[in-house]
Nanobody
Framework: QVQLVESGGGLVQAGGSLRLSCAAS????????VGWFRQAPGKEREFVAA???????PYLNSVKGRFTISRDNAKNTVYLQMNSLKPGDTAVYSC?????????????????WGQGTQVTVSS
């Protein structure tokens, strides 16, 4: 019904930038809320950023000013632009979709998840 595929991860030096993409299926993408979460080895999964169908964009405090979430509904894609990357940003980043259009900050807000993409930031 709703399938999500992340891409854009990789290895980058501290201070560098990456842009992650979350490509979604379906003609109703514009009505979905989409969130990004990340999980580092040995750590809990944490909320990073989200964008609602109405354009609300909550962020994890530690990424405010560095990360920007956006969406291109014509391409069924949500982006996470990550600038000024730090080693602490190293994690598997996953996107998730909420058909109700919310930009929730907890995992339970989302019913559909992608497979994740690895981001590694070297010092």
């Amino acid at each position: 019904q709703v399938q999500l595929v992340e891409s854009g991860g990789g290895l980058v030096q501290a201070g560098g930038s990456l842009r992650l993409s979350c490509a979604a299926s379906g003609p109703t993408f514009s009505t979905y809320g989409v969130g990004w979460f990340r999980q580092a080895p040995g750590k809990e999964r944490e909320f990073v950023a989200a964008i609602s169908s109405g354009g609300s964009t909550p962020y994890l405090n530690s990424v405010k000013g560095r990360f920007t979430i956006s969406r291109d509904n014509a391409k069924n894609t949500v982006y996470l632009q990550m600038n000024s990357l730090k080693p602490g940003d190293t994690a598997v980043y996953s996107c998730a979709a909420d058909p109700l259009g919310r930009a929730g900050t907890v995992r339970g807000s989302y019913g559909y998840w992608g497979q994740g993409t690895q981001v590694t930031v070297s010092s």
